[in-house]
């Protein structure tokens, strides 16, 4: 072998080249975001990947630059991508089920991640959503629950097989000028707060307004800004002219990342999370959080974030005032967030959790 010839890496996991296909329900920013950092680790190690998903997502998460094929999500892409896996990996239940019926008399087994869950509608709406979480539950050979939670629920509904798998998403990238990115949002001598997140009504936004009249008291006045899009914006911008509210849209925004890095408190003030994504980033960048005790959330954050009650305008208004009235304590905040994002598992340790349960797979299977 010449000096400048590049080894080939022994596979240590199943047989190579084991072929898996990544399943996304929709275009969440956690779970795309996950599915895009396993592919990236997963294709490096020699696996075939193929992603299933929202075109959208492919445009705003690259698969393919990661090194996967992209199938777009209709029902005959994914049937036909699933002819041809090894394993079958769904990323939240609505994926799950779409996985399982693509499935539907091949012996394939199908790995679901709950990225979602928690407490789900009432009524009708609720009755479907536990149903199709028992039929996903019982139809995949191992569930991975990101929370405890989620294991817990995944159990409760039938799992053969659950297991805690916190998922971790990429770092923070390069660090951007964060006095340009408040001089465009307006707020160079005035405190930014910020929460990022579908306009949907677990995200909490509702309350997140009621909190915001109180800041209209504090001098200067906070700007709170809120990244995302969805179906309760019409509701949020009549709220915010009508009440005189100091709260911004911003819409779906790629560079949220940045606008968090750049902010002064972080918000979170969701009726369920699992592995949230914003506190994630918030606590590794060193941006103090405020986040309802919900889910997943206690969990992740320990004791690096302010906790309040779901649904408590009053208490979510109380810890954002006393973080902005105290440098001190937010900076105490910045230390403790980033300690404790150092305890959670590398990209490098998900991908081989993830490989390990794969190649426990292939040998029970027999393939």
């Known amino acids: 072998m010449s000096s400048s010839a590049v080894p080939v890496p022994v596979q240590p996991y199943g047989r190579p080249p084991l072929r898996t296909v990544q399943v996304l329900g929709g275009a969440g920013a956690g779970s795309s975001a996950h599915v895009r950092s396993l592919t990236t680790g997963l294709a490096a190690r020699g696996l075939r990947v193929t992603v299933c ?3 959208e997502a492919e445009g705003e998460y690259d698969f393919t630059g990661a090194g996967a094929q992209f199938a777009p999500d209709a029902v005959s892409a994914l049937r036909a991508a699933c002819a041809g896996a090894d394993v079958v990996h769904a990323h939240g239940v609505q994926a799950g089920m779409r996985a399982a019926l693509a499935l539907s008399g091949r012996r394939v087994p199908l790995v ?3 990225h979602g869950g928690g407490p789900g509608a009432k009524g009708a709406l609720g009755r479907l959503a536990r149903l199709m979480e028992r039929r996903v539950a019982r139809a995949a050979a191992v569930v991975l629950g990101t929370s405890s939670d989620q294991v817990d629920l995944a159990r409760l509904r039938g799992a053969r097989d ?6 971790t998403v990429p770092g923070a990238r390069a660090r951007c000028d964060l006095e340009k990115v408040r001089a465009e949002l307006g707020v160079v001598e005035r405190p930014l707060l910020i929460a990022v997140g579908s306009l949907v009504a677990h995200r909490g936004y509702g309350v997140l307004l009621d909190a915001a009249r109180s800041w209209r008291a504090l001098d200067p006045v906070p700007l709170l800004v809120i990244a995302g899009e969805g179906p ?8 915010i002219v009508d ?16 606008l968090l890095a750049a902010a002064d408190v972080a918000v979170l003030p969701s009726r369920w999370e699992a592995r949230s994504l914003l506190a994630q980033e918030a606590l590794r960048a060193g941006v103090a959080l405020v986040a309802t005790e919900v889910g997943g959330v206690p969990e992740l954050v320990g004791e690096a974030a302010v906790l309040v009650p779901y649904g408590d ?3 979510l208004a109380a810890g954002v005032s006393g973080l902005l009235s105290s440098p001190t304590r937010r900076a105490v905040l910045a230390e403790a967030g980033r300690a404790q994002a150092a305890t959670w598992p590398s990209e490098d340790d998900t991908v081989a959790q993830v490989l390990s349960v794969y190649d426990e797979l292939m040998e029970r299977w027999g393939r």
């Open 53 to 55: 998903a929202p075109a």
């Open 112 to 114: 679901v991640t709950w």
């Open 162 to 167: 659950a297991r805690l798998a916190p998922v």
């Open 232 to 239: 309760l914006r019409p509701e949020l911008t009549r709220r």
């Open 243 to 258: 009440e005189d509210l100091p709260v911004r849209l911003l819409g779906r925004r790629p560079d949220a990342a940045e």
């Open 313 to 315: 305008a009053e208490a």
